[in-house]
């Protein structure tokens, strides 16, 4: 396990403030330039560079053959990808927005999540589809979904979602790299998020399933992903003056589910809260809730607390500020442990 | 309707945005009024002697294989069984057209299909069993998994059309969908891709007049399933799917077009499902006696019986061994399928991923430990190996 503190060590002299969405173009192109078979598809991603923005240049440097515009139909991008990767090609798909991956669920439920166990092994589909996911952002209707309560509940999926600018290049390369299917959930709203970080000395490829503490910390855990970790950090940042030392620990990858290091995290610090923008009924929450409960439960001294987004359809953007998860919610709910703390 | 243009002003003409030019004229692409026949017409003087003869031994072994496989299911050896009694002419012309190096996309029905190709009998009918989801390995093959969910499998198809092209193999796939599969989403995404990337596909709906029990009335207003390939700026071709030479010929030229570079074609084949949907099905609910039989006069195995023995290509000793080779194939069928297949149940996590989760490795333990138990209850060391 890696900690913010030795990744920062590592960097070099040359790194420079670099955003997520450079990171994430960066992974696409190293891994397009080291395997020719590897192959970008989907909507917008070719002349105008998709619409983050993730896959500009990509179709000027190897052509718009592996870098390719299709016809505007999700189903039929997943399922031809599922094709070309039955031929021996790595097809990473770029979803537009998460809501508009729906089309799809058939082709990724049916086959992509379940070649593999369907041939016995035979036909593995080594497929990335690129989800853009969450809100924030002032997105109209159907533009700020969290949709990974869907894929984590498909056994076949890897689901993986970076939260930092060096996870993002090395969750997309180890994804791509990976003979599974993954589904790459892209915190949108982190997009723009910066950190210093070298293009040309890219951070090591981890493989995926492992979580990260990024912040040490001795009185609760917030357990988190994503477009939350800023959130849990500025929280554990503010909750110093209330004389907590917060412990945060982004899981980094959904699936698989790295129990080892939350259970060590919850088993040291005894209080536990989730923290996520998906809704919290039926939301991955209350599954990391379970797992923490049943192998922490002796050594907890409060309940395993939930901090989620309201069950609701995504709500307009002029309304959005009340649904997301904020620092002051996460704070709520570290006071909520605090009962039990202090007996 | 018509529009008045005002009297004096400038005539307005829409010109279409500047990205905007047909790629194709539609006049070529439209279906023949009547599906396209060899048996009983002169054309059929074109056709190979050899290449009827061997359609003539391959249907009458695809027409004893779904009798024996349907009598599977009531022996219980078989969970369900899809016949494709009628329609052999088309599972077998879609294998028959293929090249070694070529893909077949076969939908849940086409067992027939895959095993005209040259698939095990038995693997080709693990899915139906219910013992593994796909008894072989595709790649081997070049045989897609049978596909339950309709019409998922064509854009695969597509897909892999397309990548065989990109790596500069000339590998065509055949992708088979039935009537009720043209309604689905996927079809017509599959449809649109691969004409606008001109992969080298071949769609072939057996249109065998009903999904389940709703027949094709309710499924299109189209005047054929062929007519729409013309909006995708594809042929359409309509052919009797009951006449396996014609079948034959049309797939022949639909491959070879998409060999050359010619991009796909959507074929409709013309035929009958004379049994019912699946063992399990009703179709007296939905189809009159009299129906079936007038198609009994159009069946494709007698067609082409007629046709072989009235040229002379064909005596009663010949269609004698064809019969005789066929209830052979059912008696070996017959005799591994009487045969338990033995499962490892320790498989069923094995390949989920290409490593294990480690959730996945506690249920492993968990399942291993019950099967122990069990085994210690009942005194045996299969290590719960059932049927
Ligand atoms: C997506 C989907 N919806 C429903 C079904 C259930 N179903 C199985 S077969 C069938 C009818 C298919 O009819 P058709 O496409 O004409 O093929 P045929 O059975 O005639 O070969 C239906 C509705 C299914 N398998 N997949």
């Known amino acids: ?343 | 309707m018509t529009v008045q243009e005002l009297p004096g002003a400038a005539a307005y003409r829409p010109t279409p945005p500047p990205a905007w030019k047909p790629l194709t004229d539609p006049a070529p692409l439209l279906p023949d009024p009547e599906p396209y026949r060899v048996l009983g017409t002169d054309a059929v003087a074109d056709a190979d002697p050899e290449l009827l003869l061997r359609l003539y031994a391959e249907l009458v072994r695809g027409r004893r294989y779904n009798a024996q496989a349907t009598a599977l299911t009531k022996q219980g050896r078989l969970a369900v069984y899809p016949s494709s009694t009628g329609q052999e002419a088309c599972e077998i012309a879609a294998a028959l057209v293929l090249e070694e190096r070529d893909w077949l996309f076969p939908s849940y029905r086409d067992t027939l299909a895959a095993v005209a190709r040259g698939l095990d009998p038995v693997e080709a009918l693990t899915l139906l069993r219910g013992d593994r989801h796909t008894g072989y390995d595709p790649r081997e093959h070049r045989i897609a998994p049978l596909c339950t969910p309709l019409a998922t499998q064509l854009p695969h198809a597509v897909g892999l059309a397309h990548a065989a092209r990109l790596k500069g193999d000339d590998v065509v796939a055949l992708a088979m969908v039935g009537d009720g599969g043209t309604s689905e989403g996927d079809f017509h995404e599959a449809l649109n891709f691969a004409a606008v990337w001109r992969a080298p596909v071949v769609f072939l709906v057996q249109n065998n007049g009903f999904a389940i029990s709703v027949p094709l009335a309710k499924q299109t207003a189209a005047p054929s399933l062929a007519h729409k390939a013309v909006g995708y700026g594809m042929p359409g071709r309509l052919v009797d799917g009951n006449d396996a030479a014609a079948v034959h010929q049309v797939l022949s030229e639909a491959v070879a077009r998409a060999r050359s570079g010619g991009g796909p074609t959507l074929v409709e084949a013309v035929t009958y499902r004379m049994d019912a949907h699946t063992n399990a099905d009703d179709a007296t609910r939905y189809r009159g006696d009299s129906e079936v039989e007038a198609w009994r006069d159009h069946d494709p195995v007698q067609l082409l019986e007629r046709e072989l023995t009235g040229r002379g290509l064909l005596d009663d000793d010949g269609v004698e061994e064809a019969r005789a080779a066929a209830e052979r194939m059912a008696a070996a069928l017959r005799e591994r399928m009487n045969a338990d297949p033995v499962l490892d149940p320790m498989d069923l996590f094995a390949h989920v991923y290409a490593e294990q989760t480690a959730q996945l490795r506690e249920q492993a333990a968990r399942l291993r430990e019950e099967l122990d138990a069990e085994s210690d209850r009942h005194g045996t060391d299969d290590g719960g190996t059932a049927r």
Not at chain 1, 216 to 238: D, F, H, K, N, W
């Open chain 1, 1 to 343: 396990m890696t900690t913010a503190a030795a990744t920062a060590g590592e960097r070099t002299a040359k790194a420079k403030p670099a955003t997520m969405a450079q990171a994430l173009g960066r992974a696409l192109r190293d891994s397009m330039a080291e395997d020719p078979s590897v192959h970008v598809l989907g909507e917008d991603v070719g002349t105008l560079g998709g619409v983050f923005r993730i896959t500009d240049g990509l179709a000027k440097e190897f052509g718009d053959e592996r870098c390719t515009d299709t016809p505007l139909a999700e189903a039929g991008i997943l399922g031809a990808a599922v094709g070309m990767a039955m031929y021996g090609l790595r097809p990473v798909v770029e979803m537009q927005f998460d809501a508009f991956a729906y089309p799809a669920f058939e082709q990724l439920i049916s086959h992509v999540a379940k070649m593999r166990n369907r041939t016995g092994g035979a036909m593995p589909l080594p497929i990335t589809v690129r989800v853009p996911y969450g809100g924030g952002i002032g997105g109209v209707e159907h533009h700020s979904d969290s949709s990974e309560a869907y894929y984590m509940a498909t056994p076949g999926l890897h689901v993986v979602t970076p939260a930092t600018v060096e996870d993002a290049y090395g969750l997309l390369r180890a994804s791509i790299a990976s003979d599974d299917p993954v589904v790459f959930l892209e915190p949108k709203r982190l997009y723009w998020s910066k950190a210093d970080w070298s293009p040309q000395h890219p951070t090591a490829v981890e493989p995926i399933g492992r979580a990260v503490v990024r912040r040490p910390g001795r009185s609760a855990t917030l357990i988190t992903y994503g477009p939350s970790l800023p959130v849990c950090m500025e929280a554990a940042q503010a909750a110093v003056e209330e004389g907590w030392d917060l412990e945060v620990v982004d899981l980094r990858s959904l699936v698989p589910f790295d129990d080892e290091s939350v259970t060590a995290s919850v088993r040291r610090t005894g209080r536990a809260v989730v923290v996520h923008e998906s809704t919290g009924f039926g939301g991955p929450g209350g599954e990391i809730a379970a797992r923490i409960t049943e192998r922490c439960f002796h050594y907890l001294e409060a309940p395993v607390l939930r901090v989620a987004g309201f069950d609701i359809p995504y709500p307009p953007p002029m309304q959005e500020r009340h649904h997301l998860p904020g620092v002051d919610r996460v704070l709520d709910a570290v006071a909520r442990l605090q009962w039990e703390a202090d007996n």
